[in-house]
């Protein structure tokens, strides 16, 4: 485990040139600098290394880890990230995360800066494999236990997880997570997707999602940036220089797309998984807790939420929607998210959550114990004759 902590990034140079010689034969290395230039903007020290894992997957895998306060005897939060972005993209949490308790942030198999073997086509054996390396991970690392915190793909991996680690999950934390519902028969029309886009994505089907980056070469930075500036937008208050978090982003998805193919293997249509979590939820313990975070505006339908909470009858579920957030709940209102984070962990640990105020204005927040839940199921039993409501 060589730690990398000592690497000093250099200034960034925004030429052309500069851009094809790091696309042609420099993008490890760009990617290891633009992720320390992000982390210099940290408060607090950080450790980074790679955890050898062995052959999960490839013949010698590696996980790309980060850890603050690691010497805390609290129970550690572990960050799974979403798909297409990697550690870097915690910038706006890991302080607040770090203040009271260990905190891990990895670049999942196949993603950031870690190892990019070629996984199985099949998707139920990619999404194995990719579990497999997080438990792999854990058991390197030596840790009993954790709170599992996923994002979109992170949490659609940090759910199976649970399934088949429950004992090592302590509380489970989706944020916003893909691969949950049913993929629409009518999607089409249901989303007003117009016919030419339905055609065009049709004839995509065979191309890794982000190939459009890569197939720019020296000007996939420019592509991030203009297509998705929104993103960029929601780091300025931290990260001071706006080319890094495009670079960042861009360099992370210019190598080898091993973990976009084992994405690719997973899905159906962007938005969905070929083998959805809502059905799959029933074989999670009971006695493993979950939180779910959703953005108001995000396009993850949060009804799956609904029907999670609903058919856990006796356990723990909790659901928060976080008003003005899109899918990256996490960048959009980091104080909030961070803020209902901490106060997740801090039950955990049996301790009361956090008496500081924030503004609450635009938050919505949803909590329905295991009493009310068996409320509702027996007053949804006894009324089976009446007209079924849908609840949101």
């Known amino acids: ?102 905190v891990y942030a990895i670049d999942i198999l196949g993603f950031g800066r870690s190892s990019r073997p070629k996984f199985a086509c099949d998707a139920m054996k990619a999404e194995g494999q990719l579990v497999a390396s997080i438990e792999e991970w854990r058991r390197e690392m030596k840790l009993n236990e954790m709170i599992l915190l996923g994002h979109s793909m992170g949490g659609f991996l940090a759910a199976s ?10 509380h489970l934390i989706l944020a916003d997570p893909w691969g949950f519902p049913d993929k629409p028969a009518d999607y089409g029309s249901k989303y007003n997707i117009p016919v030419w886009v339905r055609v065009l994505a049709f004839a995509m089907q065979p191309l890794n999602p982000l190939w459009a ?85 995000s396009w993850v339908d949060r009804a799956s939420g609904d029907s999670i909470k609903l058919s856990r009858i006796h356990s723990y579920v909790n659901i928060q929607v976080i008003n003005g957030a899109g899918h990256h709940i996490y960048a959009d209102r980091p104080e909030v998210f961070n803020r209902y984070v901490n106060d997740v962990c801090a039950l955990s640990d049996g301790q009361k959550a956090s008496g500081e105020s924030i503004d609450n204005s635009t938050c919505e927040v949803t909590t329905t114990t295991t009493e009310e839940i068996a409320t509702i199921a027996t007053d949804a039993a006894a009324e089976k004759d009446a007209p079924v409501i849908e609840t949101k």
């Open 161 to 170: 997880y649970a399934i088949s680690h429950p004992d090592r999950v302590k």
């Open 1 to 102: 485990m060589a730690s990398e902590c000592d690497v000093v990034a250099p200034k960034s140079n925004n030429s052309w040139v500069w851009g094809i010689f790091n696309w042609t034969t420099k993008s490890p290395i760009m990617l290891r600098n633009a992720e320390k230039r992000i982390f210099s903007y940290l408060k607090n020290a950080y450790r980074g290394w790679f955890v050898d894992i062995g052959p999960v997957v490839g013949e010698a895998d590696k996980i790309w880890t980060i850890s603050l306060n690691s010497d805390s005897p609290k129970t550690p939060l572990v960050l799974l990230h979403g798909f297409g972005a990697g550690v870097g993209l915690w910038i706006l949490n890991l302080d607040s995360f770090a203040e009271n308790r260990p």
């Open 213 to 297: 980056v890569r197939a720019a070469g020296p000007f996939g930075q420019w592509v991030v940036s203009k297509a998705r500036p929104d993103i960029i937008r929601k780091y300025t208050t931290v990260v001071k220089e706006e080319e890094l978090i495009p670079q960042y982003i861009h360099q992370c998805n210019a190598q080898t797309p091993a973990g976009e193919s084992a994405f690719h293997s997973m899905m159906s249509g962007f938005g969905w998984a070929k083998h959805p979590m809502i059905h799959r939820m029933k074989d999670l313990d009971k006695d493993v807790p979950i939180t779910m975070m959703y953005g108001s505006r």
